[in-house]
């Protein structure tokens, strides 16, 4: 039985939404902005007035007071209390149940410790960096031990390396204390590291569920295709090791150079955002870049979108709007394609399943 | 060392030893026509001795403290739980905005003709006058404070199990304490300005009616240790506000 349920709830751009999760998933729910994303959080959360009925574990919650639902709520923006100091935000929710005293001290000393922020206990909001601010409101938000735990893009202010770290934390965390959680993002790559499933939101609808490899490669609907792109798959028709740690894996006409783990390659694949397309010789060592030729150009509303033959196969590219016009892109035209390695995803016969590099 | 640098005075002090000293000058030099009309800083400071040495000073400061005391006191405590009630319920607010908007406006010493009918010459007059001047400004920041608070605070604290009780006394008052001490601040001030005004026109004691009687007698040098003494006193209530206002929001601003 799934541990938290939507039933057809309605509220601002959500309309009839269904959505079950699983007990200790971490779901992502990703989706555009103004998708309905935090609305929906909300509504778990009993923060908005709804229809439709949310029920945890089997038994209706609508009519308890966000109080009452013992949910732990990140919220984007975090609002650490500014007045308070970290022991005190993190012993907010737990004063507030009126615990006693000796029993406060000895949680919130677990939390600082699990957290790794014990040195901080005594400083204010105002004066820590927002890596800590993040600990902190985790900390606050585990104190009452939820059952359910909502983050709402609690990443998308830190910088890119922080974000990584913490969420590679977070993952850690969820999988030892077992919360059934749901994390609210637009990254796709977030998305993609840290889910149990994705549930792909798009102007109010739940558009797809499933294992992020199923929705990554899998697109169930034109909207989730147009907003995470549809993917290049290219079979491998060889694998030679070069030594060093890497390989070059024969695409098509293309050697593409990637880590080498001692197991053969049988596909690989890459978003259409992850190819750069130049104009000219990109600088650098000539390490997955390739000469290729645009065969067609689809402009829409959000994006544009190249089809570059290169080699034997025909690669779907695309770029944002200001891009495409400070370019000269034309069918016909030669250009260079750059492959981001790091979005590389490799599929492996002895693991049957997509992974990143 | 550090203690010392903490005692140098500023530079502060500087123009307002020059103006002393000019102030001194011109006086003594007869600089200015009708110069009994203008004492020296000198003749000031002797006064201000005289005065308070005959306990004529001291006297009739008890007097527009224990006013403004009284006044401010009741003033403020009731501005402040209306404008608590005003900026949490919004009913409440819906209900007395309109009533506030039209009062707030009206200048304290415009109540004096009315106040003087209805409670007589007394101390009830100042006080009632110095109730009137702060009770609305304060009232006033209060639920501007209390509204202003972003709601998301409110939405976290309700997530972690807060009533609406312990989220207006733990996170919404103490989030809206700037504001409110902006108005404590600025009234704490106004309440001397308004209480020697009062005094001046309709009470026989006080600083107020001590000016009126120097000017009277034609007694320059006494009407400017009162204006001194007032000064100081606006000043002082002024600061002490607002270092409350920076000790209780040191971690807010």
């Known amino acids: 039985m799934p541990f938290i349920r939507l039933k057809n709830i309605s509220k601002y751009v959500c309309h009839n939404v269904n959505l079950e999760v699983f007990d200790k998933e971490f779901l992502v729910l990703l989706g555009s902005n103004a998708a309905g994303k935090s609305t929906l959080l909300n509504i778990i959360a009993g923060l908005i007035t709804y229809e439709g009925s949310v029920l945890?574990?089997?038994?209706?919650?609508?009519?308890?007071?966000?109080?009452?639902?013992?949910?732990?709520?990140?919220?984007?923006?975090?609002?650490?209390f500014p007045h308070l100091n970290v022991t005190?935000?993190?012993?907010?929710?737990?004063?507030i149940q009126k615990w006693p005293q000796h029993d406060v001290n000895a949680r919130v000393e677990e939390l600082l410790r699990m957290m790794k922020i014990k040195h901080l206990a005594s400083r204010y909001p105002m004066k820590l960096s927002g890596g800590e601010k993040q600990r902190v409101a985790l900390a606050r938000a585990l104190a009452l031990s939820p059952k359910i735990l909502l983050l709402d893009e609690p990443l998308s202010s830190l910088d890119v390396q922080t974000s990584k770290y913490l969420r590679m934390e977070l993952k850690q965390l969820h999988s030892r204390l077992g919360i059934t959680t749901i994390y609210v993002t637009h990254n796709l790559t977030e998305a993609e590291e840290i889910a149990d499933r994705i549930a792909v939101i798009e102007s109010g609808h739940i558009e797809q569920v499933g294992k992020p490899e199923d929705v990554f490669f899998y697109p169930e609907s034109k909207k989730v295709a147009d907003f995470i792109g549809t993917p290049n798959i290219l079979d491998c028709l060889y694998c030679n090791s070069l030594g060093k740690g890497v390989m070059e894996v024969g695409c098509g006409g293309l050697p593409i150079i990637i880590p080498d783990d001692g197991n053969k390659v049988k596909k690989i694949a890459l978003l259409p955002r992850d190819i750069y397309v130049s104009e000219s010789k990109p600088p650098g060592p000539d390490v997955n870049r390739f000469k290729g030729i645009i065969t067609d150009i689809d402009v829409d509303d959000s994006m544009v979108r190249l089809n570059v033959e290169a080699g034997e196969n025909h690669l779907l590219a695309e770029m944002p709007h200001h891009i495409y016009h400070d370019m000269d892109f034309v069918v016909g035209k030669d250009v260079f394609l750059i492959l981001k390695l790091r979005s590389i995803k490799v599929y492996r016969d002895e693991e049957r399943r997509w992974k990143n590099l | 060392m550090n203690g010392l640098k903490r005692f140098k005075p500023g530079w502060g002090i500087l123009p307002v030893f020059i103006f002393l000293m000019m102030w001194?000058?011109?006086?003594?030099?007869?600089?200015?026509?009708?110069?009994?009309?203008?004492?020296?800083?000198?003749?000031?400071?002797?006064?201000?001795?005289?005065?308070?040495?005959?306990?004529?000073?001291g006297h009739n400061f008890l007097s527009s403290l224990i006013r403004v005391l009284i006044g401010f006191s009741a003033g403020s405590i009731a501005g402040l739980f209306v404008g608590i009630i005003m900026?949490?319920?919004?009913?409440?607010?819906?209900?007395?905005?309109?009533?506030?908007?039209?009062?707030?406006?009206i200048p304290a010493l415009g109540w004096l003709p009315l106040l003087m009918l209805w409670l007589g010459i007394g101390e009830a007059l100042p006080i009632a006058i110095i109730f009137i001047c702060s009770f609305f400004p304060i009232l006033y920041n209060t639920a501007t404070g209390i509204r202003t608070v972003d709601k998301n605070y409110i939405q976290v604290a309700r997530t972690l199990g807060a009533s609406d009780m312990n989220i207006l006394t733990s996170v919404v008052i103490p989030l809206a304490l700037p504001n409110i001490f902006t108005g404590l601040r600025l009234e704490s001030g106004m309440a001397w300005r308004?209480?020697?005004?009062?005094?001046?026109?309709?009470?026989?004691?006080?600083i107020g009616a001590l000016m009126m009687k120097a000017?009277?007698?034609?007694?320059?040098?006494?009407?400017?240790?009162?204006?001194?003494?007032?000064?100081?006193?606006?000043?002082?209530?002024?600061k002490m506000f607002a270092f409350i206002e920076a000790k209780l929001t040191v971690h807010l601003r």
């Open chain 2, 24 to 57: 001194e000058i011109v006086a003594r030099l007869n600089l200015i026509p009708g110069q009994s009309l203008f004492p020296s800083f000198f003749t000031v400071v002797m006064e201000f001795y005289y005065l308070t040495a005959n306990k004529v000073l």
């Open chain 2, 215 to 238: 000017e009277s007698l034609m007694r320059m040098d006494i009407i400017i240790v009162c204006l001194v003494v007032l000064s100081v006193m606006c000043f002082s209530f002024e």
């Open chain 2, 87 to 105: 900026g949490w319920k919004d009913v409440i607010n819906k209900a007395l905005n309109p009533i506030v908007s039209l009062i707030f406006p």
């Open chain 1, 88 to 95: 005190s935000n993190i012993a907010y929710s737990l004063k």
């Open chain 2, 194 to 206: 308004v209480v020697i005004a009062a005094e001046m026109v309709a009470i026989p004691t006080g």
């Open chain 1, 56 to 80: 945890f574990d089997g038994i209706p919650v609508d009519q308890l007071l966000p109080s009452k639902r013992k949910i732990g709520y990140l919220f984007q923006n975090l609002y650490l």
